[in-house]
């Protein structure tokens, strides 16, 4: 059963613009969630990250939003750029030093 | 980037025949993770480890075995490859000395295997 679930297999935004990729979790005992970027044919990037106790995270261009009533996440990229195009893939983990728990991912492309 | 080499990057096999794919940090983290990352699957944790000669089973481990021991070094084996096992292997290791959080994981390059 997923307990993260990306439901958005792809997302287009222009060059410049916000994009914003969702992910939802089922599972209440998760209290640490990341994202991670893939291009292809390489293992997964880290990009950020968020513990439960906070309800936003920024670096740079990238945001994370933490709505945990909702159980809901969602990075926010300003301003996209084409090199953002890849998978983007969030991950919940509830326990240390064991695995993560992740989505399908979601292909963001973006375009000039 | 954290320092993480999979070996080896490709490999086609046949039904049937042992496997071994290997892992290697030279980061000193603690916590090593074989996944497999399979179309409309995300990734999938196959085994972990929590220290040398310290394993556990993941989500999807049967039919895989796996060996630590040392820290650097973690192999992911195959007894008897099926064609179901055809996907890209990823590795990944987390909580470095010092950590304060251990979840975050960093992942290697991945290996392709093909089992026809």
């Known amino acids: 059963d997923q307990q993260v679930k990306q439901n958005s297999p792809s997302l287009s935004v222009q060059e410049g613009r916000i994009s914003i990729l969702n992910c939802d979790y089922t599972n209440s005992m998760f209290d640490y969630f990341l994202w991670y970027k893939k291009y292809p044919a390489e293992g997964p990037t880290f990009l950020i990250s968020i513990s439960s106790i906070k309800d936003k995270n920024e670096d740079g261009r990238f945001t994370v939003f933490l709505n945990k009533s909702a159980k809901h996440l969602s990075l926010h990229i300003v301003p996209s750029q084409p090199g953002d195009s890849a998978v983007y893939f969030c991950a919940a983990s509830g326990y240390s030093g064991y695995a993560l728990n992740f989505g399908k991912g979601t292909s963001l492309l973006v375009t000039p | ?116």
């Open chain 2, 1 to 116: 980037d954290a320092g993480i080499t999979q070996s080896p990057r490709h490999k086609v096999t046949e039904t049937g025949t042992p496997v071994t794919l290997r892992c290697h940090q030279t980061e000193n983290h603690r916590y090593m993770y074989w996944y497999r990352q399979d179309p409309g699957h995300g990734l999938r944790l196959i085994h972990y480890s929590y220290g040398v000669k310290d394993t556990d089973k993941g989500e999807v481990s049967d039919g895989y075995s796996v060996s630590r021991s040392k820290t650097e070094d973690f192999l992911l084996t195959l007894e008897s490859a099926t064609s179901s096992q055809t996907s890209v292997y990823f590795c990944a290791i987390s909580g470095g000395a010092g950590a304060v959080v251990t979840d975050t994981q960093y992942f290697g390059p991945g290996t392709r295997l093909t089992v026809l």
